[in-house]
């Protein structure tokens, strides 16, 4: 599912501006699909291109003129065909991750200074995913509910496990930091080869 697809599936629930549109990303989909005025704003003029959306303007003191879209016809269609043919991914990409696999090569005060980082960016996400939550009522869709919980639930289990391992993951550092002679351990690696 692309950012085009998605910011159909929000015009689906009701017309927006592209500041509107951003503001979701950076709200209700920062947790799991962040998206900035550069990937949204041609997203919206392709749309509108394709016929699934229609713009109005809105004129301004002072500022160019607003744009609303509003999803057509044939986008609620392109919409509903996107949810039914897409066979979702779920990618995890994580810088964080791919050092903490070298943690042993770490200095510990570095590696306790990006546990610190991670596990704050963890909590200011579950602060985030449950203010949105706070503002559920019976009328937000149950997907929407389901998301939230979802991420507030991955956040936790991800900070729960963070402080529960970190003190093992520290203490190899340090162990390999003053190892025997002062050398770091070398890990073998083997990669597979074809014939």
Do not use: W
């Not at 991420?151 to 190892?179: C, H, K, M, P």
Request: net charge negative; hydrophobic share 40%.
């Amino acid at each position: 599912m692309d950012v085009k697809t998605l910011c159909l599936g929000l015009l689906s629930i009701g017309e927006a501006c592209g500041y509107d549109l951003k503001k979701e990303f950076e709200s209700t989909f920062k947790h799991f699909y962040p998206a900035g005025y550069g990937s949204i704003y041609p997203a919206l003029a392709d749309l509108a291109e394709n016929g699934f959306v229609r713009c109005r303007e809105i004129p301004q003191e002072g500022k160019p003129d607003r744009k609303i879209y509003r999803i057509t016809d044939a986008g609620r269609r392109h919409f509903r065909n996107a949810l039914c043919n897409t066979s979702p991914q779920h990618k995890l990409r994580s810088e964080f991750l791919a050092m903490l696999y070298f943690a042993d090569r770490m200095e510990p005060e570095h590696l306790s200074v990006l546990l610190d980082e991670r596990l704050e960016e963890l909590r200011a996400a579950i602060v985030d995913i449950d203010r949105i939550e706070q503002r559920t009522d019976a009328n937000t869709a149950a997907g929407a509910r389901f998301v939230a919980g979802f991420g507030a639930f991955v956040a936790r289990a991800a900070a729960d496990y963070i402080e529960t391992n970190r003190e093992a993951l520290l203490e190899q550092a340090r162990e390999s930091s003053t190892g025997a002679a002062g050398k770091q351990t070398d890990r073998t690696v083997t990669v597979g080869t074809r014939a």
